[in-house]
């Protein structure tokens, strides 16, 4: 059974960092795995993945530079280092595995496999 285990979500105040986890429990499920985070209110939306050779992908509206990803290939564990974190950061960020970067921020066709989500809150 796929588990992908996401954890590093808390409450901080403005201008903090926080690193996300994500381990895949059952080993590298897919050849690329990264970040969503859905917003109250808002549609899901796609951050940050990265694949197996290195090869990585950024959103190109938000969080604009605050974020990057990385990944421990021994671990199978990709991470969401989060810097400068503002009030609109406030949100559910999932962990997803996918097959390849193309359809990441379309979500056409939607990752395979998903995570259930840590919280991100950040007010004063």
């Known amino acids: 059974q796929v588990e992908l285990v996401e954890s590093g979500g808390r409450s901080v105040q403005p201008g903090e960092s926080l690193r996300l986890s994500c381990e895949g429990k059952?080993?590298?499920?897919?050849?690329?795995m990264g970040w969503f985070r859905q917003i109250p209110g808002k549609k899901r939306e796609g951050i940050a993945a990265?694949?197996?050779?290195?090869?990585?992908?950024y959103s190109t509206t938000s969080p604009k530079g605050r974020f990057t990803i990385s990944q421990d290939e021994a671990s199978h564990t990709v991470y969401l280092q989060m810097n400068n974190l503002q009030p609109e950061d406030t949100a559910m960020y999932y962990c997803?595995?996918?097959?390849?970067?193309?359809?990441?921020?379309?979500?056409?066709?939607?990752?395979?496999?998903w995570g259930r989500g840590t919280q991100v809150t950040v007010s004063s």
């Open positions: 997803a595995a996918h097959f390849s970067l193309g359809p990441w921020f379309s979500q056409a066709p939607p990752p395979n496999y």
């Open positions: 059952s080993g590298r499920v897919s050849n690329c």
């Open positions: 990265i694949c197996e050779d290195g090869s990585h992908t």
